[in-house]
């Protein structure tokens, strides 16, 4: 079972229960959720909903999605739920947007952006640490104007929460309904576009889907379709690099305040060691967003000693690995497979902006070999290795671009 509510943090005004087509899709959500939790490899479940005929012509489509995001095949079927909800009276007319607000960088950027232009907006945060949740409403307090209201998802799902791809439909989920219920017209989903797509680095991570621009689409097109609603999700910085973002912060002293890593869920400081902390560190470096590392972060593969490796060996090698996925795409040219060099062309005319995330990758490894130095250990000696491979005039023109943005200047092609 799945109690859930929204609470305004400010007041601790709880939203609930929803109207009837919202609290189905709510249930829904986390039925789903649940079930890829649970791990059971149970194939049919059932969901009681208020209107079983209006949900079984999406039922397919839900399916697909479920697949989607967990690679597991379910059959879902619709009965008549056994009450009647109870329809919350709560409205919120004057609101222009709903916001996903993790606490992390790209959306807290967003979130100053939002108090620079004065718009009248919800930040919404699902609660799935009360450390992140902390350091969340910390930033809101510090850098984020007071009529930015800051709403929270509290959940409580058995079994307990674990990073799963089905976080995906909560997330975006929760504040689909927390719109439609305030009849708030817009989603946004402020993710750089490197992370939406999200591909696959390494074959030792599975790559999560939480904004995967097309489960972004299905989501928002099902709740639309069983709400009788309109609500439109707006993916702001869908075209940038995580430099690029960084660049868009106005307040530099935000940047401290936000955070970015897979592991340690806000108990401490950022591990330094994972994907996210590795992407977030290079791409401050490219932008020449400098971060204080050591206040930030508790390791650092490219400058501790090699021997950090034999303790954390699988973030040792998913590092590896994103080296040289980055490099590929960095520079397809220089690939000696030939399966892998068409790969990665590929992805490059498909998206070309997975090249200029690489490109920022390697401008920050170029970066901390300047300022700090790289030890010879397996990931700052392989990182100086592709480095040295990429052209210099590649890198250039990337750092003008950059400069250009950072000036304010649309950057020359």
Known sequence: MVSTSTIFDEKGTKLEPYSPPIADFLCVTYALHENALRNSRVHLVEIPVSEPETWSSVGCRIEDL???????????????????YGVSRFRAH??????LFSGGLDS?????????????????????SLMLFGRAR??????????IKLIRLSANVEPSETTTNTRALVILGGALAVAGELEIPVVVVPENGPMMLNPEVSTRAQASKTTNPWMIEEWTGIFNSVTRMNIRVETPYAQMTKSEVILH????????????CFTSQGQSKMCGLCLACMVRMLSCLAAEVPETLTELYEHNWFTDEASLGSMNEKKLMIALDALEFWFNLAAPE??????????AKNLVRAHEILHRHSLDMFLGVDAMRTTLGLNPGPVGGRAIELLDQIALGVLAKRREQLHDLKEGRQWRD
């Open 249 to 260: 912060l106005k307040d530099k002293r935000a940047l401290s305040a936000t955070y970015s």
């Open 138 to 147: 910390d930033f809101h307090r510090r850098f984020v104007d007071g009529s």
């Open 108 to 128: 807290g950027t967003y979130a100053v952006s939002l108090s620079k232009n004065r718009e009248s907006a919800l930040l919404f945060h699902v609660e799935t």
């Open 66 to 84: 479920y697949y989607f995001l967990t690679g597991e095949q379910v059959q879902i079927q619709f009965s008549q739920a056994p009450r009647a």
């Open 94 to 99: 004057s609101l222009s947007k709903v916001a």
């Open 334 to 343: 220089h690939v000696k497979v030939h399966e892998e060099q068409e790969r």
